[in-house]
Nanobody, 122 residues
Framework: VQLQAYGGGFVQAGGSLRLSCAAS????????MGWFRQAPGKEREFVSA????????YYADSVKGRFTISRDNAKNSVYLQMNSLKPEDTAVYYC????????????????WGQGTLVTVSS
C-alpha cells in the first residue's frame, strides 16, 4: 500500500489542524493505520492508531484529549484532527500501515508515507 500524508502547516498555539493520509494500491480496510511524528533532534514517536474497523483507537498520553484519529474506508483515508496545539507538537507527521492490531511500536508498521510538517508557534 502506498501512503501520502498532507495537511500540515503553520499554526499558532491553541489552534487546530487536520492531517489526512490517502492510501492506494491495496485494500485499505485490511490495515491498521497509525500516525507518528518526529520533532527536530528527536526520535520518531507514536501519536495514535486506529483499528481496521475504525471502532478502536489508541493515543499517546501526550495527545490524548486533544487529537482525534478517524478513518473512512470508503475513501481509503485516515485523518488526524489536532486541537489545542502546543509548540511541542511541532514535528513531521507520518502515517503508517500494518496488518496487525493496535500497536504503538513503529517497527510493527510496514508501510510509511512521506511525512507532512506541522509547525506550532508560541
Amino acid at each position: 500500500v502506498q501512503l501520502q500524508a498532507y495537511g500540515g502547516g503553520f499554526v499558532q498555539a491553541g489552534g487546530s489542524l487536520r492531517l489526512s493520509c490517502a492510501a492506494s494500491g491495496s485494500t485499505f480496510s485490511r490495515y491498521t493505520m497509525g500516525w507518528f511524528r518526529q520533532a527536530p533532534g528527536k526520535e520518531r514517536e507514536f501519536v495514535s492508531a486506529v483499528a481496521r474497523s475504525g471502532f478502536y483507537t489508541y493515543y499517546a498520553d501526550s495527545v490524548k484529549g486533544r487529537f482525534t484519529i478517524s478513518r473512512d474506508n470508503a475513501k481509503n483515508s485516515v485523518y488526524l484532527q489536532m486541537n489545542s496545539l502546543k509548540p511541542e507538537d511541532t514535528a513531521v507527521y507520518y502515517c503508517a500501515a500494518q496488518k496487525d492490531g493496535l500497536v504503538r511500536s513503529e517497527i510493527e508498521y510496514d508501510y510509511w508515507g512521506q511525512g507532512t510538517l506541522v509547525t506550532v508557534s508560541s
